[in-house]
């Protein structure tokens, strides 16, 4: 028997220098138990280093968390990596981090970087510049994550500034995706109007894009599963066994 | 004035083979964001740009661009060039900013405009 799981599979920490400090796991776990989100993706720009502390914090929710990263490549395209395991997420970071570049990040223009823990208190601020591109082609990410057995999915591929058709035009034919994802500045029906090509030929998602708790009201992608795992998100994108993602227009 | 013209004026290195640098270029234009270049480059341009993914030479056939130059000394990926020369696009790499290449540019093809 298949059931619907509503899904934000975008939601930043306060590792992003861009999110606000209140993105700590009790608040984003609070919030996402608010909106009924059952698959929860946590991706930060190029760093996995607060997806522990949301794992751990998550042990009494009740549903899925998908451990991810946001990677900037080199041709400043955001990508979503996700992978079924905070282990496997840690050994893609540590892949990331070695084509990142080696600046600091500046606090005072760019904002902090916080790694908290489970409860939200801070122990430490990643002093790498996160927010700046991998020495890696979009091409190249791809396949990584493919060989990690993770979920490639090109991020707000409707903003002109770091999504993958405002840098490159359009996705190329030979890139393989897991799914595609619009972000909350564009509907359900204008994006199907806009980009036919796009809802004809790749699974879609809508997700927050969360930077704050505020942009976490917001639900418009479902998944037909039996049960929220990873394996089952991945039969989704896949078409498999009646496993696929739902849209609704409502939010 | 001519690719190959271009080619020694700014002593670029062109990287694709069998290209044919006979073809006349009627102006230039710089941008990296390919949709960009979609909606706004016209017929016969070359391109000055820093990206190198093929798309880049999907872009260039889809506007019948003269050619590309890579320009900061960006590594050109093999996929890219394999494209490139499939698609009969020449594409050029330097050492040069795109700034200094665009000034280079505009005074040669305002001379050579000038000289016709």
């Keep these: 028997m298949l059931k619907e799981f509503p899904a934000d599979l975008h939601v930043h920490t306060c590792l992003s220098p861009c999110a606000e400090d209140e993105m700590v796991p009790p608040n984003i776990l609070n919030m996402a138990r608010l909106m009924g989100i059952e698959i929860l993706g946590i991706a930060d720009h190029n760093s996995a280093k607060n997806l522990s502390a949301m794992v751990e914090a998550s042990c009494g929710f009740d549903g899925l968390i998908l451990p991810g990263i946001e990677v900037q490549t080199r041709e400043e395209v955001h990508v979503l990596c996700y992978f079924e395991s905070l282990k496997v997420a840690m050994e893609f970071q540590d892949f990331i981090y070695e084509h990142l570049p080696p600046k600091k990040n500046d606090p005072r223009r760019l904002g902090r970087q916080y790694v908290v823990d489970k409860m939200g208190n801070v122990t430490g601020e990643e002093e790498r510049l996160l927010i700046a591109s991998v020495d890696l082609s979009v091409d190249e990410v791809a396949e990584k994550v493919f060989d990690f057995g993770g979920i490639f999915i090109p991020a707000h591929v409707d903003r002109m500034s770091f999504g993958i058709i405002g840098q490159l035009g359009f996705i190329p034919a030979d890139m393989k995706v897991h799914a595609v994802e619009f972000s909350k500045n564009v509907s359900v029906d204008e994006a199907r109007c806009r980009f036919p090509d796009i809802f004809a030929k790749y699974p879609v998602v809508f997700s927050s894009d969360a930077h704050c708790l505020q942009d976490m009201v917001f639900k418009k992608t479902y998944f037909l599963l039996k049960e929220p795992t990873f394996e089952e998100v991945k039969k989704a994108f896949n078409g498999l066994d009646g496993r696929r993602v739902v849209l609704k227009g409502k939010f | 004035m001519t690719l190959e013209e271009i080619r020694r ?41 820093v990206q190198s993914h093929p798309n880049i030479v999907a872009v260039a056939a889809l506007l019948g661009l003269a050619g590309i130059i890579v320009a900061e000394g960006v590594e050109i990926e093999e996929n890219t060039i394999k494209k490139a020369d499939e698609e009969n696009i020449p594409i050029f790499s330097t050492e040069r900013s795109v700034f200094e290449i665009c000034g280079i540019l505009y005074n040669v093809l305002s001379g050579s405009r000038e000289k016709c």
């Design chain 2, 9 to 49: 004026e700014l002593s670029l290195n062109l990287v694709t083979k069998g290209t044919n640098l006979d073809r006349v270029v009627a102006g230039a234009y710089a941008s990296d964001l390919l949709s960009w270049v979609m909606g706004h480059a016209a017929e016969n341009q070359i391109w000055i740009t």
